[in-house]
């Protein structure tokens, strides 16, 4: 039981529906996004980035509980949303420093937590790749940074989410038929390392602990498939006892559809996730009208394909997922 000051329950209760779960939308990616632009034939501009994100916050967060956002380019996307959709501010830097072993996480400089709040954060979101099998020293230096973040935001008294990503460091394709080997342990063991208390850590927004792509029934044609069914489905309770933490599950650039079906999978399992942070899945087909064809053209499709999206996984959200208020006690 994740015991709560009653500031930080009020504020996590403001990123929530008044059932307890979170339906939040996120467009905190910043080089993904770049990079989706360049793929266009253009060469990405801050602004372009910024009016962007606008253009989703103000379409999409009237559907949303809440939305995560980054300081370098969505301050003017966080003003734009809905009164009544809570704000997550991301605090990392983009990506990672390819030429140095580890992954290490690094945070932007000129934020702190403070400021952050003051930008009207309900709460503080932090993203950490993550091998459990890496070397001890390397994974120490993650675990004292964290440890650092969690007692920051009891400092301010917000929330802490903590995005966990893992990865293989000796496997260089996270999408390919090895990591999907490998990856429940992966998903599993870091899930329990960063529920001790000593990380402070409110809730945890993870991935889900298969990959959709190698399960039999939903692998495509041909595919050669890594988890039956039932394996899967085992996996899936393995990771929601993993934890007494309330956790969320992020989209990880998949379809809509799969991501779905993924969500109803995990019910079927017995999860007890208690929402999902969706990012890509919801809003990334709404990047070709607006480079090609303004922000008018991004309002109509956001309105249209973007507002289905998000009202359909809403929808199998309040039925496959769990109340977090179960899950806390006010202090």
């Known amino acids: 039981m994740l015991k709560l000051s009653k500031g930080k329950k009020a504020a996590i209760d403001r990123l929530s529906t008044k059932d307890g779960l979170i339906e939040a939308l996120a467009i905190d990616q910043r080089g993904a996004l770049k990079k989706m632009i360049t793929a266009l034939g253009t060469e990405a501009t801050g602004e372009q980035i910024s009016d962007f994100k606008e253009q989703v916050s103000k379409d999409l967060t009237p559907f949303a509980s809440a939305i995560l956002l980054d300081p370098e380019y969505g301050l003017a996307a966080a003003k734009a949303r809905d009164e009544e959709a809570g704000l997550l501010l991301a605090y990392e830097k983009t990506g990672y420093d390819a030429s140095t072993p580890g992954r290490l996480p690094d945070l932007l400089e000129d934020w702190s937590v403070l400021q952050l709040k003051e930008q009207g ?49 000796q496997i260089s394709d996270a999408s390919s038929p090895e990591y999907a080997k490998v990856k429940p342990h992966k998903v599993i063991e870091m899930m329990k390392e960063f529920s001790k208390e000593k990380y402070k850590v409110d809730v945890l927004k993870v991935e889900v602990p298969v990959n959709m792509n190698y399960v039999a ?62 990012g890509r899945a ?24 973007g507002k289905s999206n998000i009202e359909t996984l809403n929808e ?12 806390v006690e006010v202090e």
């Not at 503080?124 to 091998?131: H, T």
């Not at 085992?234 to 809509?256: D, H």
């Not at 990334?284 to 309105?303: C, M, R, S």
Request: glycine share 6%.
């Open 316 to 327: 199998v959200v309040n039925r496959t997922a769990s109340s977090w208020h179960d899950k």
């Open 217 to 278: 029934g939903y692998a495509d044609e041909g595919v050669e498939t890594v988890h039956s069914r039932e394996e899967a489905l085992m996996y899936f309770k393995e990771q929601s006892q993993a934890t007494p933490l309330p956790f969320i599950f992020l989209s990880a650039g998949v379809s809509a559809a799969l991501f779905q079906r993924t969500l109803e999978f995990a019910k079927e399992a017995g999860s007890t996730f208690n929402g999902v942070l969706c």
């Open 121 to 169: 954060a309900d709460a503080i979101k932090f993203l950490l790749y993550y091998d459990v099998d890496e070397a001890a020293e390397i994974n120490h230096l993650k675990h004292v940074f964290i440890e650092r973040l969690g007692s920051e935001c009891i400092g301010e008294d917000i929330p802490f989410y903590l995005e966990l990503v893992s990865y293989d460091a």
């Open 282 to 305: 919801t809003w990334k087909n709404g990047v070709q009208p607006f480079v090609e064809n303004g922000a008018g053209a991004a309002h109509d499709w956001l309105l249209s394909e």
